[in-house]
């Protein structure tokens, strides 16, 4: 009964390969978030969302496309496949807010070759 | 921006020595900070947050008091375990809802 579920939950992929990862929530959260974590870096925000339909921009965004297709829906597209987007990607939800913590999912690791 | 300093990548500690992880931050607003703990394999999950309204947070032997003056949110627990051994992360949520994330630090406990 996982509230943030992501899949597939690993992945490889070839350089120019294109890429969809999947989000689901079951919290009946408005936000939705893409990161990716790399040694190093900690936990950087790609996109995120705050309902269906909407995209807002996170701070890595560059070769990377997303979309909230329902509240519950929301997905990281990645279309033409770099080895610079080796990493493990997790996708959260909340409730927005400023006092609202997120509910992470377990995480994808992805792999271009 | 905002954002979240944490200089300590990694810690080793033995079981039942004191832990401190130092984190920094900056806004130009009064934020709700948190930690997050991330175990082995899973995703990171909330640990602690503390608001202005509050200012200090305590879970499961952690605690973090919110430092004004000093912009600071340091992690503190007086006898870790071996359980413990995982990654934290201090974070920073504003009103934009767009979270700040510090480096992490890598605490390994030793038997």
């Known amino acids: 009964e996982a509230a943030v579920t992501q899949s597939p939950r690993n992945k490889v992929t070839v350089t120019g390969g294109n890429v969809t990862l999947s989000c689901r929530q079951t919290n009946s959260h408005n936000y939705m978030y893409w990161y990716r974590q790399d040694t190093g870096h900690g936990l950087r925000l790609i996109h995120y969302s705050y309902g269906a339909g909407n995209l807002q921009i996170g701070d890595v965004p560059d070769g990377y496309k997303a979309t909230r297709t329902t509240q519950e829906d929301f997905f990281l597209l990645l279309e033409l496949a770099s080895p610079s987007q080796t990493s493990l990607y997790f996708c959260a939800s909340s409730l927005g807010g400023r006092y609202a913590e997120q509910f992470f999912g377990p995480g994808t690791r992805l792999t271009v070759l | 921006g905002d954002s979240v300093t944490q200089k300590q990548g990694q810690v080793t500690l033995s079981e039942d020595d004191f832990l401190f992880i130092n984190c920094t931050y900056s806004?130009?607003?009064?934020?709700?900070l948190l930690w997050y703990v991330q175990y082995l394999g899973q995703g990171p999950q909330l640990l602690l947050k503390?608001?202005?309204?509050?200012n200090k947070g305590i879970s499961r032997g952690f605690e973090a008091t919110y430092d004004k003056g000093t912009t600071s949110f340091h992690l503190q627990k007086a006898s870790v375990q071996e359980s413990d051994s995982a990654v934290y992360f201090c974070a920073l949520v504003n009103n934009n809802n767009a979270p700040r994330f510090g480096a992490g630090t890598k605490l390994s406990v030793k038997p």
């Open positions: 503390v608001t202005t309204a509050n």
């Open positions: 806004t130009t607003t009064y934020p709700t």
